[in-house]
């Protein structure tokens, strides 16, 4: 029987290592390298950039499309374009100056209707660039139920690179729940392309985020001025 | 050392495992996609149901036939009367339909009707009914299968086609009722 | 050396060379892009051009500040209108067939037909089989765009799909730089049949 020694601090350590399970090693080095990283912020909130505040007609630079908002107003309803809002409902205009920074045509959504003719809320993957919150009777925030070309009225809206052009964001409210001097906020949107599609044709985007809020004090033109 | 049995080689030592591959391959292969080729063709016009011209076929829940097919040239009066573009003709098709039951629905099916043309010097060419060409005048009365009537009627389904339609070709009207698919009627004019 | 070192050799040789050719081959292999490209037809300006189910002539191409359409429409912009006539026509199928991608590239910016002018362009109307459509599309371009080095090489490329991926798509060459900036331009309404 051979002798028992009288082992050594580094033997004794390396017995007490056998006898330790693997896992409770492996937590143990999980955690305190936890610990180590928390002291360099590694277990505080992530900062959520927060939205910027502008004014009424300062343009704000998405990655995509450069947004100038300019004002907001209320008319009953564009019967040349044929937005007409159901009874007891006005139209909320917003007008913007959008230019497309990117170098391929970009087309602006809007709401697509359910048969009833209620906007239909729509994944927000397809983009939009404007919200509106802050309107009594309005989803929270919602993509408008149409995008009109001030200058001749067309919707079905394409963006041209390089190419501004100044728009109507039209939005149907209860006439109600807005009147003249009313402010509103109005959200800018922005998305980032995530990467492109592997089978799909253009490219896939994250979620849009608000990038800007701005706030505005409603007009109102009543029936409307011939533009 | 002589007398030793030479040992078997490796095809024969494997010739089970090797059997098994060559079945089950092919199998794995057909399963996997045998879903998809088969959905395809269910989907689309595939499997005609030929008639001859004057010929009465049986088709989904009706019978049909072509009754009358008649050719307004461009250049003619009446022509000129529906606005015909330069160099096209008018295909007026008079279709006979009896309707022998209805569908899933309890209502006589709707169709959908279009012009085929094959053989000739082009390729095989499609016109669908009620196409981007609006003519002038009075169009026939009905130009498609009716969702109500359940006793024998005729409709006139109108191709606007290029003036060299059907010359040195063959002309057919295909009928899709889309509960019959991938089963369409294929009534010759000629 | 002994016949076995040289068997080792050997082996790692092969194994080098089998190496070196894979990792030739995945570099070389047709990425998505290439896999899924449009099939391109060169076409010149003034000549018929034919592809799958689409078969189109462009006749001319023009340069204006301003231009009225055939349905009276007359839209300003804030560069210039390029204004190109032309007759379309699907060959073999008129199902879902419209100049869906009807696109001007310069360098490496491209501008897509406007829809401005509603149903006075071809983009917005859907195309039929053997009769031809002739009339006119308009984009809109930056002044400085259209005078730039790159106009001069500019293409229309023309498909019947808004996705052009896997199907015709014709590509004319166009010299924008070499065209006078015209006043105005009047363009007729789109019209059917053999010109």
């Known amino acids: 029987m051979p002798l028992k020694k009288h082992s050594s601090s580094r033997e004794k350590t390396r017995q007490l290592f ?8 492996v937590t143990a ?24 505040v502008i004014q009424a007609g300062d343009p704000h630079a998405g990655s995509e499309l450069t947004l100038t908002v300019d004002q907001a107003l209320l008319i009953d309803a564009f019967p040349e374009q ?30 697509p209707l359910r048969s009833s003719g209620a906007a239909r809320l729509q994944s927000t993957i397809e983009a939009d660039v404007l919200r509106i919150s802050g309107v009594h009777g309005q989803a929270l925030t919602s993509p408008p139920t149409s995008i009109l070309v001030i200058d001749d009225g067309s ?22 729940a807005v009147a003249k001097g009313d402010t509103i906020e109005v959200q800018l949107l922005d998305r980032v392309l995530i990467s492109e599609g592997e089978l799909t044709y253009g490219g896939l985007y994250g979620d849009p985020v608000v990038t800007a809020r701005l706030e505005l004090v409603l007009g109102d033109v009543g029936a409307g001025v011939s533009e | 050392m002589k007398g030793e049995v030479k040992p078997a080689g490796w095809l024969r030592r494997n010739h089970r495992a090797l059997l098994a591959v060559l079945v089950l391959l092919p199998a794995t292969l057909g399963i996997m996609f045998a879903n998809q080729w088969l959905g395809y063709f269910d989907e689309w016009p595939s499997r005609p149901v030929p008639a001859a011209a004057g010929e009465t076929i049986e088709y989904g829940n009706a019978r049909w036939r072509v009754e009358a097919s008649d050719r307004v040239l461009g250049d003619s009066a009446a022509g000129r009367e529906r606005d015909l573009p330069t160099g096209t003709d008018l295909l007026v098709v008079t279709v006979a339909v009896d309707p022998t039951g209805t569908g899933p629905d309890g209502k006589p099916d709707l169709c959908s009707a279009r012009l085929e043309e094959s053989g000739g010097q082009h390729a095989t060419r499609t016109w669908s009914n009620q196409g ?5 005048g009075p169009g026939p009365e009905r130009t498609s299968c009716s969702s109500k009537l359940t006793t024998p009627y005729t409709f006139d389904a109108e191709f606007v086609v290029p003036a060299d339609a059907g010359e040195s070709s063959s002309l057919s009207v295909s009928i899709v009722v889309v509960e019959a698919l991938p089963e369409y009627a294929s009534l010759a004019l000629d | ?35 899924q490209s449009p099939i391109r037809v060169a076409a010149a300006l003034g000549e018929p051009a034919s592809g799958r189910n689409i078969h189109a002539t462009v006749h001319s191409v023009a340069v204006a500040e301003a231009v009225t359409a055939g349905n009276g429409w007359a839209g300003t912009t804030a560069g210039v209108w390029v204004v190109v006539d032309l007759s379309v026509e699907a060959v073999v199928d008129d199902v879902g067939a419209a100049l869906g991608t009807a696109v001007l590239r310069v360098g490496d910016t491209s501008y897509s037909a406007s829809t401005r002018p509603g149903d006075a362009t071809v983009a917005a109307v859907g ?23 790159a106009a001069a090489t500019a293409s229309l490329e023309l498909a019947t799909n808004s996705d052009p991926r896997v199907d015709s798509l014709l590509v004319v060459p166009v010299d924008l730089a070499g065209l006078d900036v015209q006043q105005s331009i009047d363009v007729d309404f789109p019209e059917w049949g053999v010109r």
């Open chain 3, 1 to 35: 050396m002994t016949a076995s070192r040289w068997r080792y050799l050997a082996n790692g040789a092969a194994l080098v060379t089998l190496l070196s050719v894979a990792a030739v081959v995945m570099h070389s292999a047709p990425d998505r892009e290439l896999q």
């Open chain 1, 82 to 111: 044929l937005v007409i809002p159901d009874e007891g409902n006005r139209l909320l205009v917003v007008r913007a100056v959008v230019e497309n920074t990117t170098n391929e045509p970009r087309r602006l959504i809007t709401a």
């Open chain 1, 18 to 25: 056998d006898r330790v399970p693997t896992t409770w090693l």
């Open chain 3, 127 to 149: 195309l039929t089989t053997g009769i031809a459509l002739t009339g006119p599309l308009m984009f809109e371009l930056p002044t400085d765009v259209v005078s730039s080095a």
């Open chain 1, 29 to 52: 080095v999980a955690a305190v390298l936890l610990a180590v990283s928390a002291v360099f912020g590694g277990l505080d909130d992530a900062e959520v950039q927060a939205a910027t």
């Open chain 1, 155 to 176: 919707d079905k809206v394409v963006v041209q690179p390089d190419m501004p052009v100044e728009l109507a964001f039209v939005w149907e409210v209860p006439a109600a």
């Open chain 2, 132 to 136: 981007p060409i609006s003519l002038d």
